[in-house]
Each structure stands twice: as C-alpha cells, then as structure tokens.
C-alpha cells in the first residue's frame, strides 16, 4: 500500500485524493463478496497497471484537519496584528492631536 504524498480536495461535492501521480485517486466501491463489500475506497486511477494506491474513504484524515486548524490560528493571528497596527496608529494620531 503505498500512500506516498497524499491530499484530499473537492470537486463538485465529491471528496477526492491526491496522490503519488499527482492524479485525482477516483472513488471506488468493494464489489467482491466479502466482508467489506460496499466499503467506499480510493485507489491508483491507473488500476490495474497501478502504483499500489489505496485508501479507505472513511478513514480520518487528521492532517487535513490539522492544515485547516493551523490555516484558522493565522487567520487570527493576522487579523489581531492588524488591529494592534490600528489602535498604535490611532494612538499616535490621538498624541499628535492633544
């Protein structure tokens, strides 16, 4: 299973992978008798002649939670040195006035 350099995205509503290839791994569906028959995975869109791709669906993708977590800390951080940089130029304007 080689899951080497892997991101999810959307498109049109649908989750999507991208991997190794650097192609959008499709969505795919167990279809073999089996205990996991209906279980939703990506796999190599080169499949059969493939990289080995392969992913549950449902699996937790706990680094695309944490990218988005540190996206919204920036977000505010950048937003509260703006304001610092307002109220220092409201300050200075306030000084100069009295």
């Known amino acids: 299973m080689a899951s080497s350099s892997e991101?999810?995205?959307r498109s049109n509503g649908k989750a999507h992978v991208l991997y190794f290839h650097q192609d959008l791994a499709p969505l795919?569906?167990?279809k073999v008798q089996g205990p996991t028959r209906g279980k939703r995975f990506y796999g190599c869109s080169h499949w059969p002649?493939?990289?080995g791709f392969f992913k549950w669906a449902d699996e937790e993708d706990r680094v695309q939670e944490l990218q988005f977590l540190?996206?919204?800390?920036d977000t505010r951080i950048a937003k509260l040195e703006i304001l610092i940089?307002?109220?220092e130029n409201e300050i200075k304007n306030q000084k100069e006035t009295n």
């Open 7 to 9: 991101s999810r995205s």
């Open 28 to 30: 795919r569906t167990v």
């Open 49 to 51: 002649n493939s990289c």
């Open 70 to 73: 540190l996206f919204k800390r």
């Open 85 to 87: 940089e307002e109220l």
